[in-house]
């Protein structure tokens, strides 16, 4: 009776270390945390075609997470999409006004991101200043309709 008992604990207790693996991942692959959000600022930048990309995506320079899309919106004025940037509190003052922001995917069919490219301009962005050299993201639908244009014309 007594080694089913300590049987039953041990299988219980492995189910919930499961459940809890599976909720950690999940949560990391969504982008969302438990964590206190850290000191950031907000830049915004306006983009012709943002494709597949999603509030709470990555916001990378060379390669490292410094923030996350906070939300993307339709800018009347101009009929783009203004996407908002929360990056890391310590950049701020130090993206040059020339800093290009581009929708990059990861992988061929993976999730899109901004990346950001800082110039060499020796002003600098500040919390709500707007990126204005953009990049849009690329469709492959667009692409490959191009491709089929071109090679029916040839």
């Not at 969504?30 to 012709?48: C, I, K, Q, V, Y």
């Not at 908002?84 to 993206?95: C, K, P, T």
Request: charged share 20%; hydrophobic share 45%.
């Amino acid at each position: 009776m007594r080694r089913s008992r300590t049987m039953e604990l041990g299988v219980g207790l492995f189910m919930l270390a499961g459940i809890l693996g599976l909720l950690f991942l999940g949560l990391r692959v969504s982008g969302l945390t438990f964590a206190m959000p850290g000191d950031t600022f907000r830049l915004e930048a306006n983009f012709a075609n943002i494709g597949g990309l999603k509030p709470r995506a990555r916001v990378t320079m060379a390669g490292v997470t410094v923030g996350r899309v906070a939300s993307i919106e339709l800018d009347t004025d101009w009929y783009d999409a203004r996407v908002v940037l929360e990056l890391n509190a310590d950049l701020e003052g130090r993206l040059s006004r020339d800093t290009t922001a581009a929708i990059l995917t990861a992988g061929l069919l993976g999730e899109q991101y901004i990346g950001l490219t800082v110039g060499g301009d020796p002003e600098v962005l500040h919390d709500g200043d707007t990126i204005r050299d953009t990049q849009s993201a690329l469709v492959l639908e667009e692409l490959i309709q191009q491709f089929v244009s071109n090679m029916v014309s040839d």
